[in-house]
Nanobody
């Protein structure tokens, strides 16, 4: 059973930075599709970024964070990070780490599909003030 534990959330002013971490246990982060999603109350969960399995696995981002956020994977620590720079108030949300096995049909056109991810963390809150 894969377990995901997020950390690194907090409150920051607009223009600031935060680095979220997702510790993976029960499997290897490098073998799965790893994603970051976010959700605000009353809204659907939104895909923020995902990284594909394997060495040199590619990454994808939603348009609103491209150029500001970077997803990365530390194989030695079995951890996935989301570096968030130039934060905006509209980035305020609960951020979730998610993992999906390679047979779940994830590719560049489907990585935002919440239902394809089998494992989810509990979430970490990010609040950006103006």
């Amino acid at each position: 059973q894969v377990q995901l534990v997020e950390s690194g959330g907090g409150s920051v002013q607009a223009g600031g930075s935060l680095r979220l971490s997702c510790a993976v246990s029960g499997d290897t982060a490098g073998r799965n599709y790893m994603g970051w999603f976010r959700q605000i109350p009353g809204k659907e969960r939104e895909g923020v970024a995902a990284i594909f399995p394997g060495d040199g696995g590619g990454a994808v981002y939603t348009d609103s964070v491209t150029g500001r956020f970077t997803i990365s994977r530390d194989i030695a620590k079995n951890t996935v990070h989301l570096q968030m720079n130039t934060l905006k108030p509209e980035d305020t949300a609960m951020y979730y780490c998610a993992a999906a096995s390679t047979w779940r049909g994830i590719w560049r056109g489907t990585w935002r599909d919440v239902f394809r991810y089998q494992y989810w963390g509990q979430g970490t809150q990010v609040t950006v003030s103006s």
